[in-house]
């Protein structure tokens, strides 16, 4: 096998239901050895997943989950194009159950992977984040802490049969390198290979985001048929050359779409870290193919760290945000001046910050020094006011959402259209943890219809 296909199913939890219809489509009709990847997870998913399986412990696997696949398993498995996603959350055996009910129900049999390990809030993985987290707060205020996994743990599963493998915590990358190193036999160790992988992964990561969504500014940057676009497909090869296209359908592929998502969360060029590598594209290049197509060369890598990150998630009180619209000439100031009423009225003890968007929301700041400073841009007739509250205990946020509550008879004139809402808030941090602390777990479940 000289080369293998690799697509997007999603690239975050919400993303488009139907996006992997057309994927499984092109992949299908390929004749090639393929995989399709579904990214759902981001630190705040994982925290929220979390927290439903608190509340019931056969959920906290991705909401979407049935929604994602069932029109596509059977096709999947029929076509042996294998699935790899992370949507088993903060449950992969939940995950698995779901996936193996809908295989019954579309008449599939099918090898199931489950990947966890992740998972480090029991007593064993609490003592490591002590030892090795200087700001880890208290212990009964985590919501959740899962180690970011590579790529091994996948392809153990894959090398035992799965055909559909359903992980928790790993990094977005590995759902694409974990079947390139079972197709291929590449060595764990074989860094400038898992380097290209690893970047082939990071272009896939985030579904449309290299296809033209994400990128569209219409008259700079046109995008045909944004409402239809075709997620994407990497052709790679079993040296980790790699080709981005995408799935019939609206959307793009050319270099600045391609650049802008192989720049995407890095830091440094010459050093993406991930658990199974080092990635380095400072030498990366792009050629454009013509027919929505970009060939990637120049990815090399580096020994992978000693380290596993793991991100952390804890009790940050509640948030409160209250909005208001104002209407008519002097709009901006009666809502400014709703603000500072609102302001002088709220308990002491609370962070508060004041948006009026349309003129000034997207570049406030939650410490009010945009605010003090006075609203720029042009005057506007038509403004909302959104005033956001954010304190350790409900009630003293549900005290200042009164005063925005009061704003219809005892503030500025011309207010209306209030709108209330009160949410628990989650805070996060992160820290690195020897490799060696965590323990992945794999598991194989046989999943046959009757």
Known sequence: MERML????????????DAPIAVVRDLRTSGERAAIIFETLGERTLALAQLRRRENPGLGYEPNLRALLA?????????????????????????GDIIGKLAAEVGATLCIGIVSGDDMLGPEGL?????????????????????????????????????????????????????LIHAFGWSCRDWDRLGRGTMAGHLLECGAQVTGGYFADPG??????????????????KDGQFVIGKARGGGLVDRRTVTEQLLYEVHDPAAYLTPDV??????????????DRVRVDGVTGHARPDTLKVTVCFDGGWLGEGEISYYGPNAVARARLAGEVVRRRSPPNIRMRCDVIGVLSVLADDQG??????????????????????????????????EVEALYCAGPAGGGGIRLALRPRIAAT????????????VEIVEARHA
């Open 430 to 441: 992160s820290c690195f943890v020897p490799r060696d602390a965590v323990k992945a777990k």
């Open 6 to 17: 690799i697509g997007a199913g999603a690239g975050y939890s919400g993303d488009r239901i």
């Open 127 to 179: 003592d490591v984040l002590r030892a090795c987290c200087d700001n880890l707060p208290d212990p009964k205020s985590l919501v959740s802490a899962n180690a970011y996994l590579g790529a091994e743990p996948i392809v153990e599963a894959l090398d035992r049969g799965a055909q559909v493998v359903a992980t928790g915590r790993v990094a977005d990358p590995s759902l694409t390198l974990a079947p």
């Open 278 to 291: 080092i990635a380095d594209i400072s030498n990366a290049s792009l050629v454009e193919l013509g027919g």
């Open 71 to 95: 029109p596509v398993l059977k096709d999947c498995v029929d076509s042996n194009i294998t699935i790899i996603g992370n949507f088993g959350a903060a449950n992969p055996p939940a995950a």
């Open 220 to 237: 700079f940057k046109d995008v045909p048929s944004p409402e239809s676009i075709g997620y994407p497909i990497a052709s790679i090869d």
């Open 369 to 402: 020094a945009a605010w003090d400073a006075g609203v720029p841009g042009e005057p506007s007739e038509d403004v909302r006011l959104r005033v956001a509250f954010s304190a350790p205990d409900k009630a003293t946020v549900e005290r200042a959402l009164a």
